[in-house]
C-alpha cells in the first residue's frame, strides 16, 4: 500500500474530531512538518488570530505569541489568502515586505525561535460554503509541485470530513465545536488543563473555558459528569 493510499484509509477511519487531529498530526509528519493549524480566514479588520483557529498542534503559546506581537494586521500572507484559492509555500522569514522595519524584524524573529523556516497553505471550502485555510510550518525545503498536489487533495478531503463532523455535533444538539470536544477528550484521558494548554499549544485560561462552555452546553455540574455524558452521546471514545 502507497503512503498516500494509507492516509486516504486513515481519513475514512475518522470517526471523532480527535481522530482527525491525530490524522493531521500523521499529514505534517509525514511531509516534514512540525505542527498544523485550520483557520477561517481572517477579516482585514481582525486584529487576533487566536480566534479564527480550529484546530492546531502548533506548539503551546504560539499562536498567542503571534497575537501578542500584533502580527496579523501587516500581514502579506493573509492579504494574499483573502484574495487567492490557490495553496501558497513560502519561506516564513522572507514574506514580511509589507510590514514596518521593526515588525518585519521581530516576525523574523519569532519564526526562528520557533525553527520554522517553511510554511504551506491550503484553501478549502465545504459543501455549506464555508471557507478555511490548512497551514503546516517546519523546518523544510519548500514543497514540490507533486507534494503541493498531494497535500492538496488530502486537505481537501480533511476539510470535508470536519465539516461533516461539525454537522452531526449540531444535529446531535450538543453544540460543542471540535475544540471543546478535543479538550474533553483530555480531560477523558486524566490531563489537567495545564497538560491540555501544553498538548492543544493553547492557554491554561483558554482550555478552562472550553471546558466550561462545555460543561454549561451539556447541562452538568463537573468535569466527571462532563466526561461522562460526552462518553455516552459518542462525542469521545
Known amino acids: ?88 509555500t513560502m519561506e516564513t522569514l522572507a514574506w514580511h515586505d509589507t510590514r514596518p522595519s521593526e515588525e518585519g524584524q521581530a516576525a523574523i524573529r519569532f519564526f526562528t525561535s520557533y525553527n520554522m523556516t517553511t510554511a504551506a497553505f491550503f484553501p478549502v471550502h465545504g459543501s455549506g460554503g464555508g471557507r478555511a485555510v490548512f497551514g503546516f510550518l517546519g523546518d523544510r525545503d519548500q514543497l514540490t509541485h507533486a507534494e503541493t498536489g498531494e497535500m492538496g487533495v488530502l486537505t481537501a478531503h480533511a476539510y470535508s470530513v470536519y465539516s461533516n463532523l461539525k454537522n452531526a455535533s449540531r444535529d446531535d444538539g450538543c453544540g460543542l465545536t471540535p475544540r471543546e470536544i478535543e479538550a474533553v477528550h483530555w480531560v477523558a484521558n486524566g490531563k489537567t488543563s495545564s497538560e491540555i494548554a501544553s498538548i492543544l499549544s493553547l492557554s491554561e485560561h483558554t482550555v478552562n473555558t472550553y471546558i466550561n462552555n462545555a460543561v454549561r452546553k451539556l447541562d452538568c455540574v463537573n468535569r466527571t459528569q462532563l466526561v461522562a455524558k460526552a462518553l455516552r452521546l459518542h462525542l469521545i471514545c
Open 1 to 88: 500500500m502507497s503512503d498516500q493510499s494509507g492516509l486516504f484509509c486513515a481519513l475514512q477511519a475518522i470517526r471523532t474530531e480527535f481522530d482527525l487531529v491525530d490524522f493531521l498530526r500523521k499529514l505534517s509528519r509525514h511531509f516534514d512538518f512540525s505542527g498544523f493549524l485550520l483557520f477561517s480566514i481572517p477579516a482585514q479588520t481582525d486584529d487576533r488570530l487566536q480566534p479564527r483557529v480550529e484546530l492546531s498542534d502548533l506548539p503551546a503559546g504560539m499562536i498567542e505569541r503571534y497575537d501578542e506581537l500584533g502580527l496579523l494586521k501587516n500581514s502579506q500572507l493573509f492579504e494574499t489568502l483573502r484574495r487567492s484559492t490557490v495553496p501558497i
